[in-house]
């Protein structure tokens, strides 16, 4: 009898640890892993909007296809048949909702006027693997006040942030081209540091930043051309390597 019971009570010990176990670990469900929610996924764009509505991107602009697109809990979603790699042209262009998004570690371009005129857009998180911004990318993006660039990014093309709110720029190592007219109009930049990996400062990139005051050049800089600081007013200090 003793023995009955103590084999009785080994197995109910035994049937709770492996009811804990399962519990303990929530990565797993049915014996497949489940998705953390508060990460994005290579084929989810994430974003927000002042009327809480979902928005139309420009199907073709994207390297997939658009599955779903929802809004619910303050978010959107968009969901696309495969990882998400390029950033189209004219891919959100002039959506004057769009406040926020957030974009998968998959894509490696930005292309041209892709967030133009996206005048109530004030963040973005762009990953580390972009490899491009394109030409007018953030063009007329007024409530954006600040942007870093990770040191994937190897060109900022034409005009990619003309006449945008841009107050704070951040650049990485590893940048080498700013194109023409890059950050032209930027009123409210008042401090700009070029990384040692730039090479190329094409003409007018700075023009007309009226804020700016303090420009930190680049070690590496082999070619500075014409008007790249034209019209910036208030600027009284430029540290040339």
Known sequence: MKRIL???????????????GSKDNP???????????????????????????TIS????????????????????IIKFSTDVTKIGKAAFQRIETLATIELPSSVKLLGGSAFKICEELKSIDIKEGVEKIG??????????????????????DYSAFQY????????????????????????????????DSVTVLDQEAFNNCTSL??????????????????????LTDVTIP
């Open 27 to 53: 990565a797993t469900e049915n014996g497949e892993e489940t998705s953390d929610p508060s990460k994005i996924s290579n084929t989810e764009i994430w974003y927000t909007t002042t009327d809480g509505q």
């Open 213 to 234: 005051k303090k420009v930190t050049l680049s070690k590496g800089m082999s070619d500075l051309r014409d008007f790249t600081f034209s019209g910036c007013s208030a």
């Open 135 to 156: 030409d007018q990318c953030f063009n007329g993006c007024l409530a954006l006040t600040e942007i870093t660039i990770p040191k994937s990014v190897k060109t900022i």
């Open 164 to 195: 945008s709110g841009l107050v704070k720029l951040n650049f990485s190592e590893g940048l080498e081209f700013i194109g023409e007219f890059a950050f032209d109009g930027c009123t409210e930049l008042t401090e700009v540091k070029i990384p």
């Open 57 to 76: 991107p420009l199907p073709s602009a994207f390297n997939a296809s658009i599955v779903s697109n929802t809004y619910s809990g303050g978010k959107g």
């Open 6 to 20: 103590f084999l009785a009570s080994c197995c109910l010990v035994l049937a709770t640890l492996g009811c804990t």
